[in-house]
């Protein structure tokens, strides 16, 4: 059995469509008044990094994928740069860089294609995935729409009913740079909620060998000065999974790992309340709305934070 695929006329006819409904292609496809922007210049979404990678392993197609044609284990940072260096194109860029981004992307996906070697939920050994399977592709920015909200109410602020249904709906046009159709998405986020939960009860979503390994090795310390807070981190990330996944991730959250968790979040969310927003904000949207105020785009000042941040987190070779 073979997936189903976005093919390249789909992509640009839906490439197309966004084209049609941005209003000024400087800007790209959100802008300064959009609640895209507000809630994903915050740095601590990134702290959901884990929960959201964790989530997408657990859709075999994106596991067995990553395990045999990614290099996350040779070089995991450089892989996480190259990733958010074109999602934040899409999401921060103006209109031209964004779709520049989306066409190399789906170029990238057309060669990720093969077989899931093992049985697991939904799956049989020999079925074949293609990273451009829209069903896939909708699964993976869910995951990233739920972990942004989730983790952007736990450190800023709540968000209204009306907020979370503005965000999914502008979400739909970051959806649309991967060419997911329209059929496949939840028509709003009380429909996104509910495909939430029932994927991450179905068969579809289940943990198997690739996951496993991958999610072990993406929790373990990169350099021996990295173990505290990686140790921390892995608490946090069981913490914002659900029971099921958590367990066959074989992420302990036992009485001692459930008090950590209840004590970090407040803690955290006061740091990070009283952070500068200077400090708060990723790069990437800074060099946007210098971009758009006419000034010379590049965030010397955040670029060499990024450097720092991403420099600790790089495995010793």
């Keep these: 059995m073979t997936a189903a695929t976005v093919t390249r006329d789909e992509l640009e006819r839906r490439i197309a469509e966004v084209r049609a409904r941005t209003r000024d292609p400087r800007a790209g496809i959100y802008g300064p008044g959009s609640i895209s922007w507000r809630i994903n210049r915050e740095g601590i979404i990134m702290l959901g990094g884990g929960r959201a990678a964790l989530l997408q392993l ?31 194109a899409m999401v921060f860029g103006d209109l031209d860089h964004a779709i520049e981004s989306a066409r190399r992307v789906h170029r990238i996906h057309t060669g990720i294609k093969g077989p899931i070697r093992e049985d697991v939920g939904a799956y049989r050994d020999g079925h074949r995935y293609h990273a451009n399977d829209p069903e896939a592709l909708f699964w993976v920015h869910a995951t990233l729409v739920d972990t942004a909200v989730m983790l952007y109410e736990l450190g800023v602020a709540p968000l209204t009913r009306e907020e979370k249904e503005r965000y999914y709906a502008e979400s739909r046009l970051f959806a649309g740079l991967f060419g997911i159709p329209e059929r496949v998405m939840p028509r709003s986020f009380a429909e996104l909620e509910e495909y939430m939960r029932a994927m991450m009860a179905s068969e579809t979503i289940t943990v198997g060998r690739p996951a496993l390994e991958i999610a072990a090795f993406l929790l373990q310390p990169p350099r021996p000065s990295a173990a505290p807070f990686v140790a921390w981190y892995r608490v946090l990330t069981a913490g914002l999974l659900p029971p099921r996944l958590r367990e066959q991730l074989e992420l302990p959250f036992g009485p001692r790992e459930r008090a950590i968790f209840e004590r970090s979040i407040p803690l955290l969310r006061a740091t990070y309340r009283t952070t500068p927003k200077r400090l708060r904000y990723f790069p990437d949207y800074v060099e946007a709305k210098r971009r758009l105020a006419g000034k010379p785009a590049h965030d010397a000042f955040g670029r060499a934070l990024e450097k720092i941040a991403l420099r600790a987190i790089e495995p010793v070779r």
């Design 58 to 88: 657990a859709h075999p197609y994106v596991a067995h994928a990553v395990d045999q044609h990614s290099d996350t284990r040779r070089d995991p940072v450089g892989r996480f740069r190259r990733t958010f260096m074109h999602v934040f």
